[in-house]
């Protein structure tokens, strides 16, 4: 088992800057992936960005050039810089990971809610 902790959310004005961090603990030995998704009101969960084995980056296509996604294995922590914040970007920002497998298990975060006023 995993779990996740995440922290960094409030309230920020349009083109500003958060820093949202997760932490992991638990069976962190097994975890391939992590990443972040988040939810908008009345939208479905939707992807972020993620980094695996600490080399490989993805990122969703309206956040590539402003989020940027790290991982600080030492301290079993995931980052997503957020800047130029946008209004469109407020939602509920949840930690995800996943692990080696088989069987490959997925984990989320309580969630941490970002505010970006126009």
């Known amino acids: 088992q995993v779990q996740l902790v995440e922290s960094g959310g409030g309230l920020v004005q349009a083109g500003g800057s958060l820093r949202l961090s997760c932490l992991a603990s638990?069976?962190?030995?097994?975890?391939?992936?992590m990443g972040w998704y988040r939810q908008a009101p009345g939208k479905q969960r939707e992807f972020i960005a993620q980094?695996?084995?600490?080399?490989?980056?993805r990122y969703a296509d309206s956040v590539k050039g402003r989020f940027t996604i790290s991982r600080d294995n030492a301290k079993n922590t995931v980052y997503l810089q957020m800047n130029s914040l946008k209004p469109e970007d407020t939602a509920v920002y949840y930690c995800?990971?996943?692990?080696?497998?088989?069987?490959?298990?997925?984990?989320w975060g309580q969630g941490t809610q970002v505010t970006v006023s126009s």
């Open positions: 980094i695996t084995g600490g080399i490989t980056i």
């Open positions: 638990g069976s962190i030995n097994s975890i391939n992936a």
């Open positions: 995800n990971v996943i692990t080696v497998g088989p069987p490959v298990y997925m984990y």
